[in-house]
């Protein structure tokens, strides 16, 4: 499930794979020969060949449109060759035959996130989580896409309910906290951010959240700690010494904003808010020429990106 931010587990190719392999001892010959194309795609797709699995599962299918796992395997041999759309059918298909199959409402939920449908696949991961309670990576699912689509309460609802089956998953607890930051909830995500870390003390991410509730408040020695801890856990992460510069620029240590932020940008050459917070540093010292072009790099960088998500 992304993320991460990571930040969310979703349905792949081994849970898939250990369906199939469940499916054989399923079969009870809803006819002979639908029967004999359903165990070829079976076989076929244990060998990785699943453009030809699909072909005798579609085959299956129209001599026998009744058997829901038939409908399954084919979602899964589509899922398999990225063709992800095409799985929605098959597993919508299933589903309708066997209403209580939450295996299969996972993996359409996983289809639809593939799909960039992001709201269907909540409703289909809320669906699976109905049917099997007890499994933790589909409250993540949910979690993860209401995050992505600013549903920021559902996600924080989700992520607790993961973290209520595994008490000690410093994933979860980190997601609650950055959803309680976005929604200026600053002491649950504190709260949340030193939970995740009482587990994984070695876990960059929840000092961030921690630094960035504490720059909010106005606490800019609290955060400068969290992220200079942050970034010495991990030094390849960019959002701590992007932080770090930040909170530097308002304690009007110039020299320092600088220097981390040109290393975030190192690690991130491609982000465009980073050369906007260098170009308020370099202004900040006097260097009118080297502002303008870390503001014109911002500018590009923001037009190519809005250029290219239109296509």
Known sequence: MPGGERKGPIFNSCGEHDRISTVVSKVTAPSRSAAEHHEAGIALASQRRFAEAVKEYVEAARLNPKFSETFYNLG?????????????????????????????????????????????????????????????????????????????????????????????????????????????HYRDAIMAAERALAIDPDYAEPYVIIGMTRRESGDLDGAISAFKRAAEINLTFMEAQANLGAAYLECKQIDAAVREVQWAIQLRPEEPWLYRTLGLAHWKRREVIAAAGDWCRTIYLYLRRSLSSRT
Not at 84 to 103: E, G, M, S, T, V
Not at 172 to 178: D, K, P, T
Request: glycine letters at 6%; charged letters at 20%.
């Open 76 to 184: 899964v041999a589509y899922g398999e060759l990225s063709q992800w759309k095409a799985a929605i059918k098959p597993y919508n298909q299933a589903i309708h035959l066997d209403p209580r199959d939450w295996q299969a409402y996972g993996n359409l939920g996983a289809d639809y996130v593939n799909s960039r449908q992001y709201a269907k696949a909540i409703d289909a991961f809320r669906r699976a989580a109905e049917l099997n309670p007890q499994d933790m990576a589909l409250f993540v699912s949910i979690g993860f896409n209401c995050g992505k689509l600013k549903r920021y309460t559902e996600a924080i609802e989700a992520y607790s309910r993961a973290s209520q089956l595994r008490p000690d998953f410093a994933i979860g607890w980190y997601n609650i906290g950055l959803f309680h930051s976005r929604q200026h």
